[in-house]
């Protein structure tokens, strides 16, 4: 209508052609283009590695105007991921006032892919993690890890 | 520039078709007259005043755009010719138009964004034009980086990056943010242009033929302007329509009567599209966009909208989730301590303060002392916190020895554990069963006389809104959020009465509350009665009122700069809107001539104004006539000078003109008729002015005396005193005892000193009369005879079980028992 789909499908487009490191897109429904399933490898260096992510990117329908939210499907221990049954993912340039209708859809995969390398805990949604993240490391990775054998390894 | 009458005017008075046709021709391409002659007498149904003043129907206080607006009639032939040149070979329009016609259609729909297509085939035939190769579409710079559509003309920002002029004018009219859609730059100014790399420093203040100071946007020459201006216009969306409107509400009565179809109002209140690109609805459609959206999977036009989302309280839509959640914010209740406990996930909400003040007292510590009571949110997680804030702040109440007992905390009543994170649900909750079972807080016994459990209240209150959320039926739509049972609601009173027996003796009920009076906001009868189902804890039910009625006269004071004679004159119109004398958007009327506010102070006032009323008509039909003045005068800003026509009685004209468009479409929506109640049977008379009710021709005729300033029977002194100087003495004992059966003629001349022209002329075009048609004739039903009886009635309803529900407690009617009662609290902690 707005255009908003015009550039959705461009970009899907673009995403299904050469998609980003580790990162797998397709439609949830092939009649629905305002959401995107999302299949998110567990990068090598980090305690998610050998876990596959599933995650719902859900475009609103003033896309590019206003952002995309991104929600992990995938339980999974992460400062940055709300523990919850809608695993909200807070990455800074999905906040309204942080959003540049110019940020593209791989860009905003991309980054949450490195947030699952180095997560950020001073802009945590999930306080407890950030603080364990913080101040030992060790025993967040292995919850971490473990969560990645139980959730993410079907 | 014209007089606020003319512009209201404009919008009310059919003009003579002569008018608008010539209007219009002059707007067409000339090469597409033949045709353009043709829509117009299509149009004939419909109102000529809605076309004979486009030319300003928008844009208002732009007095830029305003007079290159009005030279446009003459610019208009020349460019016809390029446009029809250019989109000769656009694809023909889906239906109808013979093709003698298409130029002109095509001219006027593909320079819209329209759909995508329109634009593409726009720009390929432009290709074609101007002899480039048909490739220059797969360029990448002649694509927008944005909307992904092919660039029509340029807009550069001064960060030098590059949009269409359609998503820069989105960013600027719509979203309303002068930041780059890039960067985030702001600017004051960006450059619509054509051409496609010169950069943004580059252009000097001679290359611009057009500036519009308000968007901030320089334009290149004359064509883009209009291309721009013709966004931003009130085009109707149908596709083969090439009427625009002079605002919403002209534009919904034209597609209702000329279609048969309607707009979503939520939609046209919010969505950020231009006009054009709204959806039209049958009234069934329309349902079911508001219900579950016109989600249509697999469609090219899917939206992927899902439809509004419903407050469960008010059963009011919202647009969406946000709204909601603002609505939910500003209406209703939440407990911060749940909040707190759950972290801000699946927020509880409770209808009201008093609502939430039942949850209060039930699962957590409230302090009962009235002064607390009355400053609300006195409450706390844990009885220590209520002990050390008793010590604190009422260390007076306690004897000696209660106090020294107070201080003593009970280790045995403490929980490390309770400091651990808590995340998982389930866990969490078998925990807390046992452990804290176990050590409960000797003195804590006496406080929660309803718990036989071994809980404490806030794994009460934990369980308890578990089961709320399990029993709860899923609304169709939340955004996480919990509303309360209705079950919950009506259950406090039985229960916080019992406790309050136990702890703090039911206070009395308070007589007179005269500073309730003040406000005269009551048309409440001396027998108090309260519906049932929202009395909720009828303590507090009077206290915040009471607090909501300070809160209100004191914002109105102080907006008034204390000027006694304003604010008598505003409580007088409050009364009178009470009374069903002054219809909602007459009241909001006056209310701009009054104060000397900004809209967002004057909303604010409006919004607590609205939450006094107890009627819930009244309460929504205040706001949905705030809401629709904004919606009209904010969203769209209207362009005042359409006016052009004298004013004589408008006030008449206008409810006639709203009948007679309801007389023509009310063959094909016949469920409106409902809504039009008194006034169906004058709506599908052919001649309007007969059948006319009584509540429509008083209040026809106080719309026109509020609204012509020059009416020789009113000097704008002597409204003013008279009503003032009636209230001041009247004020008080109007307020809870009697019913403000005020003469109608004397609210209805609001004084309008010095006419304030803007508000009124905005009011031309924005009041909420004319925007939703249900509105004006649903407060005249009030009006009318049996309207106003009825409404009388439920106004005393609520009275009167007001008065009997403060039986059981209540505010400062019963301070001596009160601090009495304090006493025993205390005595049974020491």
Known sequence: ?154 | MFSSAENINMSDTPNPPVNGRRERGSNAPPSGRGHTNQAVANHSGEPGGGQAGRRGGRGRGQGQLNQSERQRGGRRGGRGGRVNGLEIEAPPPPPVPPPLGLGSRGGFSARLTGDASNAEADNRTKGKANGEPDGVNEVEGEICFICASPVVHNSVAPCNHRTCHICALRMRALYKTKTCAHCRTHADYVIFTDDTSKRFEDFTQSDFAKQDTNLGIKYENVDIFEDTLLLLRYNCPDPDCDIACLGWPDLHRHVKSLHQKVMCHLCTDYKKVFTHEHELFTTSELRKHERFGDDNPGAVDQSGFKGHPECGFCRQRFYGDDELYSHCRDKHERCHLCDRRNAGRQPQYYVDYNSLETHFRRDHFLCLDRECLEKKFVVFDSEIDLKAHHLETHPNDLSKDARREARRIDMSGFDYRSQVPIDNRSGRRDREGRGRGRGRDPNADPIPPSSAQPLRRDELAYQRQMAIQGSQPVPTRTFGGQLTAETFAVRPPVRSEARAGDINAPAKPEGGLPSLGSLSLGSESPPRAQTSASALAPTAQEQTRRFRHAAVTERACNMLGNDPHKVSEFRTKISAYRASTVTAPDLIDCFFSLFDATTVELGKLIKELADLYESDSKRSDLLKAWNDWKATSEDYPALPGSASTPSVGQGGARVLKLKSSTAQSSRSSANRQGSWGLGAAASSSPNPILPLPAGYSTSANRVGAGRVSATPWITPSSSTSQPSSRTTSEAPPTSRTTVPQRPPTEEAFPALPAAKQPATSIFGYGSGAMRRYGNVPTGNVWGGGTGSASASGTASENEGEEGSGNVGAGASGGKRKGNRNKKQTLFQWG
């Not at chain 1, 255009?3 to 970009?11: L, P, S």
């Open chain 1, 1 to 154: 209508m707005a255009g908003g789909q015009k550039r959705i499908g461009k970009e899907l487009a673009e995403v299904t052609k050469d998609p980003p490191e580790g990162i797998t897109v397709s439609l949830v429904s092939e009649a629905d283009i305002y959401n995107w399933d999302i299949q998110l490898e567990g990068p090598e260096d980090s305690p998610y590695a050998g876990g596959t992510f599933k995650l719902l990117l859900a475009l609103p329908t003033d896309y590019p105007f206003k952002p995309p939210t991104l929600n992990f499907k995938t339980k999974v221990y992460h400062p940055n991921v709300s523990n919850d049954d809608k695993g909200s993912m807070c990455l800074g340039m999905l906040r309204s006032e942080e959003w540049k209708p110019s940020s593209k859809i791989s860009g905003v995969l991309r980054t949450a892919r490195n947030l699952l390398i180095e997560p950020n805990p001073d802009d945590a949604v999930e306080t407890q993690i950030a603080e364990q993240y913080k101040s030992s490391r060790k025993d967040f990775d292995k919850i971490a890890r473990d969560w990645t054998k139980k959730y993410a390894k079907a």
